[in-house]
């Protein structure tokens, strides 16, 4: 038997492309200049039956759009030191000794630097060209990071959790300032040794969930070193960004699992998020995630006179890979941009949501497609909340277009597709930058 994690859109690519002038389909927009790069697991070499999609190396792959031309593609394996090896290259880096180093979870441009991001091994800094610079560690020593870091818009500071894929009973919330050096970290204990993916931040707080997703060690499959506890307790901590010494306000929560938050704010009475929820993860299969549990849109509150979150379902279609206009993270952001898997009605789908007023529209791609996480680029610096395009891999298990959407008009389909060079494996997350 195969791993189902590498056939289909799945299957990894085996070559390494700089390839100029990409043909294009429609009118690409003249303000959509820069690089999408997009991150995902590729296996270099053969796998294992039981080979896991979270365990692939990470390979990131980059188009470049200027002035309604598609100038260039390229793609790259991260140079982790299994990469190296296994591609008979020298390396100057040690290995890492806790945790997988893949480098495939995000690549995100912060504090003007293009990394390669995993929450298991450090970032690696990449150039131009997509070739490995090295391992950053924010000028101290930061080893057990994040593919989720969050730059603040208000602000510029970058927040982000991670924590070691060990017994340790806690994760690290830090705080990156606009040069890329840390500017702080705090220690948060957490109900036991757990898996903490994502965070939400709004202007006061940073919100952080201890759910019970914890390390295993003894008998777990190497690739995925995780395993619900049903036992495990839930919550859901505010946590003060002006008062490092107050404690975390704790808000108990029915168990579920959540990889990624659409957005965070502030209101009158206390804070709300909106997240991608799972009921669990890793219970009844442990080659998840999803089935039985799939991921739906619900909006936790947290009221400052409660003492739990209260939940609520907003759309209940199977969705993940949230992303907004991040001009409005941490502030009540109107729009919400979701992938829609596993519809009884056609195939993968780019939702639009309005969280104001509970309305969405969607666009479907062709059946047999798959669709990766939408990233939202602003038409100009200026334009309002919403006002721009949506960027986002469609492909078969032949090859890959991008798709670039008027995030106005999700319905309208297309207004241009970008024709790759090679396909693109399913993968998680990019940028645009
Ligand atoms: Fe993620």
């Not at 201890?210 to 995925?224: K, R, S, T």
């Amino acid at each position: 038997m195969t791993s189902k994690w590498v056939t289909g859109t799945k299957a990894p690519v085996h070559d390494e492309l700089d390839v100029a002038d990409l043909e294009v389909t429609g009118a690409l927009p003249p303000s959509l200049s820069g690089r999408l790069v997009r991150m995902g697991p590729n296996p270099i070499g053969p796998v294992a039956d039981e080979h896991h999609w979270f365990a692939g190396a990470g390979m990131v792959h980059a188009i470049d759009l200027d002035g309604g031309r598609a100038t260039r593609f390229v793609n790259r394996w991260v140079r982790t030191v299994p990469v190296s090896d296994e591609l008979g290259e020298e390396t100057a880096l040690a290995p890492v000794t806790s945790g997988a180093d893949i480098a495939n979870t995000s690549a995100l441009h912060i504090a003007g630097q293009l990394l390669a991001l995993t929450e298991t091994c450090p970032p690696y800094r990449l150039d131009a060209d997509l070739a490995t610079l090295g391992r950053e560690d924010f000028g101290a020593g930061v080893e057990h990071f994040t593919a989720h870091p969050h730059t603040d818009p208000a602000t510029g500071e970058v927040l982000a959790v991670g924590y070691a894929a060990d017994d340790d009973p806690s994760c690290t919330l830090y705080t990156i300032g606009g040069d890329g050096r840390l500017a702080s970290q705090r220690r948060i204990d957490l109900l036991g040794p757990r898996s903490v993916h994502d965070m939400a931040f709004t202007p006061d707080h940073a919100v952080v969930w201890d759910l019970p997703l914890e390390m295993v060690h003894e008998g777990a499959d190497p690739d995925v070193p995780f395993r619900w506890n049903r036992e495990g307790a839930a919550r859901v901590g505010l946590v003060d960004r002006h008062d490092a010494g107050a404690p975390v306000r704790w808000y108990d929560i029915e168990p579920c699992w959540v990889f990624h938050p659409v957005n965070a704010y502030e209101t009158d009475h206390g804070v709300v998020v909106d997240v991608c929820q799972f009921d669990r993860i890793f219970d009844v299969d442990p080659t998840g995630p999803g089935d039985p549990f799939p991921p739906q849109l619900w909006r936790w509150t947290l009221d400052r006179d409660a003492a739990e979150v209260k939940r609520e379902l907003i759309d209940d279609r199977i969705q993940e890979f949230p992303r907004i206009d991040e001009r409005r993270w941490g502030s009540p952001a109107r729009f919400g941009y979701t992938v829609e898997l596993f519809s009884r009605h056609h195939s993968a789908a780019i939702l639009a949501h309005d969280l104001q007023t509970g309305g969405s529209a969607h666009w479907a791609a062709d059946d047999g497609h798959a669709l990766g996480e939408a990233v939202f680029v602003p038409d100009a610096d200026d334009a309002g909340e919403g006002e721009g395009w949506l960027l986002a891999i469609d492909s078969t298990p032949d090859r890959s277009d991008l798709v670039v959407l008027d995030a106005t008009d999700v319905a309208a389909g297309p207004v241009a597709r970008v024709h790759l060079p090679q396909r693109i494996p399913d993968g998680f997350h990019g940028d645009f930058y």
